[in-house]
């Protein structure tokens, strides 16, 4: 099992960059495959970005792509999405989230991640 924590969200301009970091305990990080999610009032959560176990493979959804970048320290049991040209539309509060895995492929359903941080919030002024 491993247990997550979310740190680095706050307020930012729009236009402005952001990095939000999930530390996760045990001794097994590097065996779980990782991703952001994110949730605004009222809407559901919704897939960030993901990333392979080795950190080899990963894929955003289309409203970052570009933006945003996924990266892990596996030696620090550490996740990291970095945000640049934050938008309004960006505000939501940001989870990420684990799930043990033998492959070295990436997941984007919320419902493939059994492992799940409590949040950061992250709100973009305009």
């Known amino acids: 099992q491993v247990q997550l924590v979310e740190s680095g969200g706050g307020l930012v301009q729009a236009g402005g960059s952001l990095r939000v970091s999930c530390a996760a305990s045990?001794?097994?990080?590097?065996?779980?495959?990782m991703g952001w999610f994110r949730q605004a009032p009222g809407e559901e959560r919704e897939f960030v970005a993901g990333i392979s176990k080795a950190g080899l493979n990963t894929n955003y959804a289309a409203s970052v792509k570009g933006r945003f970048t996924i990266s892990r320290d596996n030696t620090k049991n550490a996740l990291y999405l970095q945000m640049n040209s934050l938008k309004p539309e960006d505000t939501a509060v940001y989870y990420c989230a684990a799930r043990e895995t033998s492959t070295g492929r990436y997941f984007v359903r919320k419902d493939e991640y059994p492992y799940w941080g409590q949040g950061t919030q992250v709100t973009v002024s305009s």
């Open positions: 045990g001794r097994t990080f590097r065996s779980y495959a």
